[in-house]
């Protein structure tokens, strides 16, 4: 899947990719929810080994970045993927709009604050793309700016990588006509009317100027050691296997191992089978 998905080099369109497709898998929506929980026990094994090799010195940790249209899906991703891993190594952070103190700094200074520890999966619902994203849509930030975070942003994963961290960053490609079918799922539905805000509609809107903006980030920022992967995302369960078999692979081609025991085992197991705690 790591290869299937990867965006490849040169220029980018995203209206030539099929956001109902299922790239690897050939099954129906019940069989792709049964290769999903098929997937759990590995998946669970590879993270829970990660999280183990903290105690060797180990800095070791991956991080899963999701970005897409609203509605693509980010949350419903991390409900399905990232609850197939221990919590305990699990770290999630959602980015919305910055507040006044992430403002007085350089836009990657809250996304610093926010990486895995060592041994933990890092899970971002939306990232430090949405600085070069709606930045550019909304004119919050001038072209001079932009195109100093498309190189900031390499430098910064490349540092990333290099302190020991895997990088896997998914666009959740969903087309106008899905999500218009999404938000109005929202509009009939009491329990989600909450999510609802006018901006969705504004963004809408644009979304021309959205494609054509992840189309230029993409181009600038999928790179060797943290590249993008475009998983389409109009089939929910298609793309909660996606990301789920992206992030196992990941952690496998990493192949964490069980530590060494840290104590003498068998000093440890004597004085256990000899010690009387209620004496």
């Given at each position: 899947m790591l290869e299937l998905l990867r965006l490849p080099p040169g220029a980018v369109d995203l209206s030539s990719y099929d956001t109902r497709a299922t790239p690897g898998f050939e099954g129906d929506k019940a069989a792709g929810r049964e290769a999903l929980a098929a997937l759990a026990p590995d998946l669970g094994d590879l993270q829970e080994r990660l999280f183990a090799?903290?105690?060797?010195g180990s800095t070791r940790s991956v991080l899963l970045v999701l970005q897409g249209m609203?509605?693509?899906?980010?949350g419903g991703t991390v409900r399905h993927v990232a609850g197939l891993v221990d919590p305990q190594g699990l770290r999630i952070t959602g980015?919305?709009?910055?507040t006044d103190e992430e403002l007085a700094h350089d836009f990657l200074?809250?996304?610093?604050?926010a990486l895995p520890a060592a041994g933990q999966?890092?899970?971002?619902?939306r990232s430090h793309y949405e600085d070069v994203l709606a930045a550019k849509v909304r004119s919050l930030a001038d072209d001079t700016e932009?195109?100093?975070r498309y190189g900031a942003i390499n430098d910064f994963e490349a540092e990333v990588v290099e302190s020991g961290t895997r990088v896997v960053k998914c666009l959740l490609l969903i087309s106008p006509e899905e999500q218009k079918e999404r938000l109005l799922s929202r509009m009939d539905d009491p329990t989600k009317q909450w999510k609802l805000a006018t901006s969705?509609?504004?963004?809408?809107?644009r979304w021309s100027d959205y494609v054509a903006a992840y189309e230029t980030a993409l181009e600038r920022t999928s790179t060797e050691v943290a590249p993008w992967f475009v998983v389409p995302a109009d089939r929910k369960w298609y793309r909660n296997l996606a990301v789920a078999h992206l992030l196992r692979d990941t952690l496998a081609e990493m192949a964490p191992?069980?530590?060494p025991a840290q104590v003498d085992v068998e000093g440890e197991r004597r004085r256990l089978l000899e010690q009387d705690p209620i004496s």
């Open positions: 090799e903290r105690v060797t609203d509605t693509a899906g980010k980015f919305g709009a910055p200074w809250r996304i610093r604050r999966v890092g899970v971002f619902d932009i195109e100093r969705d509609i504004d963004d809408r809107a191992v069980w530590p």
